[in-house]
């Protein structure tokens, strides 16, 4: 399928075939199956023309669907005006933006900051945080957490095995968090009376050295396993931070703007953090992150955090429109919706395979945790890999979580104007490749 001939050229397969062999790897498309040619909404389609229901939204960002045309107007329309404006000065898209973000924002977050990536706005959270806590020695973070892949971000991520960069990534202590499923105390929610939370609150009296910074953390943890975290306990952490004058940090590049049913995760707990950090979902499929921080903190000191496409007005002016559209289209019940339609099939799934140990998932934040034994609930890591093959070749494109000891849970975080047909035919598939699955078992 030649796409854009007149742009760029009459290239051959042989063309693509070695721009695909000069990617450097690390996760930058060279292993990938096939090419994404077209997109609309939650559909795609190959370089062979085949169709898949994304549920992966590409990286869990575009939650209003792909190639909305009211972005593609904005987008088209601010390129004629200014494509390129250096993070000093003021443009209507930004100005209108952070308005419309702080407006939106929980409690008393009212400043704002910006950059294109999720790894560089929670290094903007960890200097804000060092810069308002300057006598804390570290950050605390929980097991599994994902922050990133800059190097700063990856020393407070989930190490990976044989991670080379460890010796320039310190500064982080980790705790083991509410991982209700596999809890770390072999106990359950609520009898455990939140015996996490009481290790953490024990860890910073006695087994630290120093005061931390902060404590930064996703409230739905994502990468690392769709880990869905009690409400007693994201509320207790928070006592903790009031308690010992620790920052709070939410990451929720993945968990906001719809995806679980509300503009911020924050209000579906009811704890405002002292940062946020956005990403993703906002630049309607351009790139663009952030924070947002409270009004009485320290803001950036001079030099302390700016980048030369940090204020990209095409990204903002689509962020401008990104939010009116979720509003706009009520795209915040619609996840609540069609995530409750996921739950209750997967729910029936449940009941009839093996494999499928735990179903973890508000709004279309969803995560399948699939053993080979529900008793033991050894993980289904093979099994898991087949999962993916199978749906794949029936149109279906899910998740997986890939860190190491975490990749046998399926994600399912399609867009949230996914239909409730698109919904079914998941579904259906779902079915289908469970059963092949445990048959395997």
């Known amino acids: 399928m030649k796409l854009m001939t007149e742009f760029f050229g009459d290239y051959t397969e042989k063309d693509l075939e070695e721009g695909k062999n000069a990617m450097a ?18 559909i795609f389609k190959d370089e062979k023309g085949n169709e898949y229901i994304d ?90 957490g994902y922050f990133g892949r800059s190097l700063a971000t990856m020393g407070l991520s989930w190490p990976h095995p044989n991670n080379q960069f460890l010796q320039f990534t310190g500064h982080t202590v980790r705790f083991p968090n509410a991982y209700c499923y596999r809890c770390p105390f072999n106990s359950s929610y609520p009898q455990c009376e939140l015996a996490c939370a009481k290790y953490l609150r024990e860890m910073i009296v006695n087994s630290v050295d120093g005061k931390p910074i902060a404590i930064i953390m996703e409230p739905y943890q994502a990468a690392g396993g769709m880990i869905d975290h009690p409400k007693a306990y994201l509320q207790e952490i928070r006592k903790i931070c009031d308690e010992f004058g620790i920052l709070l940090i939410w990451d929720e590049i993945q968990t906001a703007f719809g995806r679980m049913g509300k503009m911020f995760a924050a209000e579906i707990y009811d704890v405002v953090p002292d940062i946020i950090s956005f990403g993703k979902a906002i630049g309607g499929g351009f790139p663009l992150a952030g924070t947002l921080h409270r009004d009485s903190m320290h803001d950036f ?53 093996e494999v499928i140990g735990d179903i973890r998932g508000v709004g279309l934040m969803i995560g399948i945790e699939l053993v080979k034994n529900r008793k033991t609930k050894e993980p289904a890591i093979e099994e898991t890999t087949l999962f993916i093959e199978e749906a794949l070749n029936r149109g279906i494109l899910f998740g997986r979580s ?33 059963e092949i699955v445990c048959k395997r078992l």
């Open 301 to 353: 000191g001079a030099q302390d955090h700016g980048f030369t496409f940090a204020h990209f007005p095409v990204s903002m002016a689509a962020g401008v429109v990104t939010l009116r559209i979720l509003q706009e289209e009520n795209l915040l019940k619609r996840s609540t919706q069609m995530g409750s339609l996921f739950l209750k099939g997967l729910a029936e799934f449940q009941d009839r395979y």
């Open 55 to 144: 549920c992966t939204s590409q990286a869990w960002s575009l939650n209003i669907g792909a190639c909305r045309p009211e972005i593609i107007s904005v987008v088209s329309e601010q390129i004629k005006h200014a494509t390129h404006v250096r993070s000093g000065y003021g443009t209507v898209p930004k100005f209108l933006l952070s308005k419309a973000l702080t407006d939106l924002a929980p409690g008393n977050l009212k400043k704002v900051s910006y950059c294109l990536h999720g790894s560089l706005a929670n290094e903007a959270a960890m200097k804000l945080a060092m810069r308002n806590n300057p006598e804390g020695k570290y950050f605390m973070s929980p097991w599994r």
């Open 25 to 42: 790897g690390g996760g930058v498309g060279k292993g990938a199956p096939f090419s994404v040619i077209e997109q609309k909404d939650a």
């Open 402 to 434: 890939t860190f190491s000891q975490m990749d046998n849970v399926v994600k399912i975080k399609p867009p949230l104007v996914i239909s409730e047909s698109q919904v079914e035919q998941v579904l259906h598939v779902f079915d289908q490749v469970s």
